[in-house]
């Protein structure tokens, strides 16, 4: 299992970004891996809502069904699968002295054989984690208030 960790902080206020970041389709700006993500059911984005999510990993590209697995003020949790791995994106969101900070962590637990890549990707997935830091901040921080 692979895990990855990150904080960005921001000037945005929560609930813009909270109202943002529960639409995962939205990761196509801010996940430097992901190069499509779109929605697969209608209606209001609700927990179980779904995504086909295309990510490029080591010059690979790869396919995730993923759904909204929480969604509160403070916390939304989406779950990816496929028959290679399960990636869980976990952020938590909370503001203090007009900032928003929103903690984000990654974990990709891969199944059968893809097991054994598992300490030879932690870098890569390290890596990925950097280049979003920049990314969500600029991201976050363009949107309006609402």
């Known amino acids: 299992m692979v895990h990855v960790h990150r904080t960005i902080t921001v000037r945005t206020p929560a609930q813009t970004v909270v109202g943002y970041l529960r639409d995962f389709a939205h990761a196509e700006s801010w996940d430097p891996g992901t190069v499509s993500c779109t929605r697969t059911d209608t209606g209001p984005i ?4 779904r995504w086909h999510n295309v990510s490029e990993f080591r010059g690979k590209k790869t396919e995730l069904t993923y759904r909204l697995d929480r969604l509160e003020p403070d916390r939304i949790v989406f779950v990816g699968s496929n028959k290679t791995a399960t990636s869980t994106d976990d952020l938590t969101i909370s503001e203090a ?9 990654a974990t990709i637990e891969f199944h059968g ?3 054994l890549a598992d300490p030879f990707l932690k870098r890569q997935f390290e ?10 901040k600029a991201t976050l921080e363009a949107l309006p208030a609402s």
């Open 46 to 49: 609700v927990v179980g809502s």
């Open 97 to 105: 002295d007009g900032t928003t900070t929103v903690s984000y962590h």
């Open 113 to 115: 054989l893809a097991k």
């Open 127 to 136: 890596k990925m984690g950097d280049e979003l830091v920049p990314a969500m």
